[in-house]
């Protein structure tokens, strides 16, 4: 039996695709025509989303659940949200937090792909980051010492001792998650 090279016929690209083709096309393409684990989801199933997905936007919002844990609900069904926190939290992680776009968990594998733009926080980072290293130098001296005697560390665990706000709606970042960041 020969296994040689056929020719296929080339196909035609559609000159145009209807709304409704359009937007199964554009669904399909965030994983949401993937059929959901028999199982319990695992973190392979995690990371198939990912790569559809490339990050999981953070946000505070929390009326049913907060928000970040949804992309993977809509596209998983039921997960234990724990699946999630470990990936991004506990060792061996494979999100970090970062100002992707948004606040973001993005995949570690990328964050040789920003180191670029982590160089230029200085003058490109939003406000809160360029306070905090302009009117608290010796504690970002501190957070950098402490991730490079520690390696990678979230900000639960070296925070223990700083003040956060409470009063304001939203984030309320302590200096250290402003720092780290």
């Known amino acids: 039996m020969s296994y040689a ?3 296929l016929p080339a196909m035609a690209a559609p000159e145009s695709l209807s709304l409704a083709q359009a937007r199964r096309v554009a669904l399909a393409a965030q994983g949401f025509a993937d059929l959901a684990p028999s199982g319990v989801p695992t973190r392979r199933h995690l990371r198939r989303v990912l790569d559809r997905v490339g990050l999981i ?5 929390n009326v049913l659940q907060r928000a970040h844990y949804l992309p993977l609900y809509s596209r998983l069904g ?3 949200t724990t699946l999630l926190d470990s990936a991004a939290y506990r060792r061996p992680r494979e999100l970090f937090e970062y100002w992707g776009h948004e606040a973001s968990l993005v995949p570690v594998a990328l964050h040789p792909a920003l180191r670029w733009r982590m160089a230029r926080a200085h003058t490109d980072a939003w406000g809160g980051m360029r306070r905090i290293a302009a009117e608290q130098p010796a504690l970002v001296a501190w957070v950098r010492d402490e991730v490079a005697a520690r390696g990678p560390l979230t900000v639960a ?3 223990h001792d700083v003040p956060r706000q409470t009063g304001n709606w939203g984030w309320n970042w302590s200096a250290v998650k402003q720092a780290l960041a």
Do not use: A, G, L
């Not at 936007?57 to 919002?61: E, G, I, L, Y």
């Open 57 to 61: 936007q953070m946000d505070s919002v």
């Open 78 to 80: 039921p997960y234990p």
């Open 157 to 159: 665990e070296i925070e």
């Open 5 to 7: 090279c056929r020719s």
